[in-house]
C-alpha cells in the first residue's frame, strides 16, 4: 500500500533560522513526488515536481530533494510569510493519476 | 502554472438539501479530475476519479449515491453532495490532471461546506 509519511508535524522557526522538513514514502513504482503548500482554508498550491532519486528543485528560498525513500524540503532563512502547512504527496504507477498525501507540516516563522 | 477553479469557497445548507460545486480548468484540457475531502489537521483523502464522459470511480467507503459526480466536458467537474447531513461538514477541493504521464496536478481553491 503506497504511503507517505510527514515529520516534524510541526516546526516553529525564527526569521532567518534555516531548517528541513522530511516526507518519508512507500509506494510501488514512483511516477513523482510533489510538494504542495497549503494556507488556511485554501487549496494546495503546488511548488515542486521530482521524479527521480538524485533529483533536486529550487524556488526562491525553498530546495526539494529526493532519494529512493525520502524527501526533504529546505527552508533557507525562511519568513514570516513561508508560514503554511507543507504537503507532501506521491503518485505510483499503479495510480489514475491521484496522488496519496501525508498529513502535513505546519511550519510558523516568527519574525 | 495552471489555474483551477473551484466554486463556491464557502457553502452553508440546511440538513437534508443538496448541494453542487463546480471545479473548472481553466486554461487546460482536463480528461481526468480528483475530488478530494479534508478534514481539520488531516491528509487530503481521496473521494472520487472523475473522467470525461464517463462514470467516475469511487474510493472505498465513499457513497456514490450520496456524492454525485458529474464530468461533462474536459473543463467541467461537478460533485453534488445530496441530503447533505451534519457529518458531511467538511472541506471539499479539486484536482485536475493536465498530463498524467508528468503526473501535473493542480488544485482548485476547495469549498467550506457547512450543514446546519
Known amino acids: 500500500e503506497d504511503q507517505v509519511t510527514q515529520s516534524p508535524e510541526a516546526l516553529r522557526l525564527q526569521e532567518g533560522e534555516s531548517s528541513s522538513l522530511n516526507c518519508s514514502y512507500t509506494?510501488?513504482?514512483?511516477?513523482?513526488l510533489f510538494w504542495y503548500r497549503q494556507d488556511p482554508g485554501k487549496g494546495p498550491e503546488f511548488l515542486f515536481t521530482l521524479y527521480s532519486a538524485g533529483e533536486e528543485k529550487e524556488k526562491e528560498r525553498l530546495k526539494a530533494t529526493l532519494t529512493k525513500k525520502e524527501s526533504f524540503l529546505h527552508i533557507t532563512a525562511p519568513k514570516p510569510e513561508d508560514s503554511a502547512t507543507y504537503l507532501c504527496a506521491v503518485q505510483g504507477s499503479g495510480s489514475q493519476g491521484n496522488l496519496i498525501f501525508g498529513k502535513g507540516t505546519k511550519l510558523s516563522v516568527k519574525p | 502554472g495552471a489555474v483551477v477553479s473551484q466554486h463556491p469557497s464557502r457553502v452553508i445548507c440546511k440538513s437534508g438539501t443538496s448541494v453542487k460545486i463546480e471545479c473548472r480548468s481553466l486554461?487546460?484540457?482536463?480528461?481526468?479530475m480528483f475530488w478530494y475531502r479534508q478534514f481539520p489537521k488531516q491528509s487530503l483523502m481521496l473521494m472520487a476519479t472523475s473522467n470525461e464522459g464517463s462514470k467516475a470511480t469511487y474510493e472505498q467507503g465513499v457513497e456514490k449515491d450520496k456524492f454525485l459526480i458529474n464530468h461533462a466536458s474536459l473543463t467541467l467537474s461537478t460533485l453534488t453532495v445530496t441530503s447533505a447531513h451534519p457529518e458531511d461538514s467538511s472541506f471539499y477541493i479539486c484536482?485536475?490532471?493536465?498530463?498524467?504521464?508528468?503526473?501535473?496536478?493542480?488544485f482548485g481553491q476547495g469549498t467550506r461546506l457547512t450543514v446546519v
Open positions: 484536482s485536475a490532471l493536465r498530463d498524467r504521464w508528468r503526473a501535473e496536478a493542480f
Open positions: 486554461d487546460f484540457q482536463a480528461t481526468t
Open positions: 509506494v510501488s513504482g514512483l511516477r513523482g
